[in-house]
Nanobody
Framework: QVQLVESGGGLVQPGESLRLGCTAS????????MGWYRQAPGKQRELVAT??????TNYADIVKGRFTISRDHDNTVNLQMNNLKPEDTAVYFC?????WGQGTQVTVSS
């Protein structure tokens, strides 16, 4: 059983930065990417960014140039979020195959 534990998140003002981390435990295969999704109130969960083991990245258009996904270790994936905007406010979830973390709240407000 894979478990995903997120860290980071919080309340920031527009233009500030946050860094989210996700640590996976259990049987992780390098055949599948890890990634971040988010869900704002009243909206569907949406892709933010994914990262393969071969360092191929994929970003949602609305975060390109502001967010960076990276890997610290084999089982840790980070999301550096710069120049945050109020519309980035959401619960952010780490994902690996069918497994999801518990989510971490990011709130961008002045």
């Amino acid at each position: 059983q894979v478990q995903l534990v997120e860290s980071g998140g919080g309340l920031v003002q527009p233009g500030e930065s946050l860094r989210l981390g996700c640590t996976a435990s259990g049987p992780i295969s390098r055949a599948y990417p890890m990634g971040w999704y988010r869900q704002a109130p009243g909206k569907q969960r949406e892709l933010v960014a994914t990262l393969t083991w071969f360092a191929t990245t994929n970003y949602a258009d609305i975060v390109k140039g502001r967010f960076t996904i990276s890997r610290d270790h084999d089982n840790t994936v980070n999301l550096q979020m710069n120049n945050l905007k109020p519309e980035d406010t959401a619960v952010y979830f780490c994902n690996y195959q069918a497994f999801w973390g518990q989510g971490t709240q990011v709130t961008v407000s002045s």
